[in-house]
Nanobody, 127 residues
Framework: QVQLVESGGGLVQAGESLRLSCAASGRTFSANTMGWFRQAPGKERNFVAAISWPGGSTLPSYADSVKGRFTISRDNAKNTVYLQMNSLKPEDTAVYYC??????????????????WGQGTQVTVSS
């Protein structure tokens, strides 16, 4: 089992920045990818970014809607993954979830491809 705890969400104005953190514990050595997803009310949970875990160069990868504004990174010593979000827009408003996967099949771009989830953190961007 891998436990994930997100933090760093909040209310900001358009154009501002936030950094989300995801602290992982448990059998983190079993994971091969860490990802961020987001879900707005009444909508599906969508891919935001993913990074190889604990290392590797195949990823990171980003959704087109956040490319150039968001950066995913990892600190292996702290077992933590970050999502730096710059130039935030009202359409970025959602609950953001951290996820981990240890499976080899399934897409890293789909929520169905992940095995463990955090509880989510709310990000609200006002115009």
């Amino acid at each position: 089992q891998v436990q994930l705890v997100e933090s760093g969400g909040g209310l900001v104005q358009a154009g501002e920045s936030l950094r989300l953190s995801c602290a992982a514990s448990g059998r983190t050595f079993s994971a091969n990818t860490m990802g961020w997803f987001r879900q707005a009310p009444g909508k599906e949970r969508n891919f935001v970014a993913a990074i190889s875990w604990p290392g590797g160069s195949t990823l990171p990868s980003y959704a087109d809607s956040v490319k150039g504004r968001f950066t995913i990174s990892r600190d292996n010593a702290k077992n933590t993954v970050y999502l730096q979000m710059n130039s935030l827009k009202p359409e970025d408003t959602a609950v953001y979830y951290c996820a981990a996967r240890n499976r080899k099949d399934g897409s890293v771009y789909s929520w169905r491809g992940y095995d463990y989830w955090g509880q989510g953190t709310q990000v609200t961007v006002s115009s």
